[in-house]
């Protein structure tokens, strides 16, 4: 992961922009290459069991590039983020709100997707602890069911 002037230089602020933009244009690689190679991503609200921290850079990027059939199904026209800086400037609270369409129906939807906390140091992403809003993702995909299905076969 080659390391570049531009984000060694990018505020904690400047970062999550780039992910909010990275996940509007659907850009996985630029979204990716925000962490550094030491970083750790968690995500805490999965079922016993699961896998929930990845660590380094390899270990994140195989878990955010994995296929997302839910994120198939829905196109983001617009993607905003709230950002609340942390008092030692490296770590803040973003809220990413997405706006878009069911590629399926065309019908437009406003998704509050994620809460994540942050910490970013020399540009890069070290630690994003990611809580998601799978279940209202799935309603929005029109896959509520399923996924709910998929959970009771987990059992």
Request: no cysteine; charged share 20%; net charge negative.
């Amino acid at each position: 992961m080659p390391e570049t002037t531009e984000y060694a230089a990018a505020t904690t602020h400047e970062v999550i922009e780039r992910l909010a933009n990275a996940m509007e244009t659907g850009r996985k690689d630029i979204f990716i290459a925000q962490f550094a190679e030491d970083a750790v991503y968690e995500t805490p609200f999965v079922l016993a069991g699961q896998q929930s921290r990845w660590e380094g850079f390899a270990a994140v990027s195989e878990h955010l590039n994995a296929d997302n059939p839910t994120r198939s199904l829905l196109a983001f026209d617009k993607v905003s983020v709230v950002i609340h800086l942390g008092a030692d400037g490296e770590e803040a609270t973003a809220q990413f709100l997405v706006d878009g369409r069911v590629l399926a129906t065309n019908e437009s939807f406003h998704l509050p997707s994620s809460i994540g906390i942050i910490r970013v140091r020399h540009g890069k992403i070290v630690h994003y602890t990611d809580y998601t809003n799978v279940l209202r993702g799935a309603q929005v995909a029109g896959v509520l069911k399923q996924f709910g299905a998929s959970l009771e076969a987990l059992g």
